[in-house]
């Protein structure tokens, strides 16, 4: 099996696209603008789970590290509302 190579500007890997809808919308409030990059058949089929569903969340070299910040307060929670 071949190891898949991930490029730079690749800063998050997405199971499906509502998640990967999710973290581009993320990152355009914080005004860094992401697309989203899915194999066509993870997309006509609806897949949300293996190989097939997972969706790239690209971003411009200039704000690589500044997205790769926001996901990781993302992640840790930091950014959920506590009420």
């Known amino acids: 099996m071949f190891k898949?190579?991930?490029r730079n500007e690749v800063?998050?890997?997405a199971n499906g696209l509502l998640e990967a809808e999710t973290v581009k919308l993320l990152l355009n409030s914080?005004?860094?603008e992401a697309f989203i990059n899915q194999e066509s058949a993870g997309i006509?089929?609806?897949l949300t789970t293996?190989?097939?569903a997972e969706a790239e969340i690209t971003v411009a070299q200039?704000?690589?590290?500044?997205a790769k910040m926001i996901i990781e307060k993302m992640n840790n929670g930091y950014l959920e509302e506590n009420k």
């Open 4 to 6: 898949k190579k991930i």
């Open 50 to 52: 293996g190989p097939l």
């Open 44 to 46: 006509s089929y609806g």
């Open 30 to 32: 914080f005004g860094i």
């Open 62 to 66: 200039k704000d690589i590290q500044d």
């Open 11 to 13: 800063v998050y890997i």
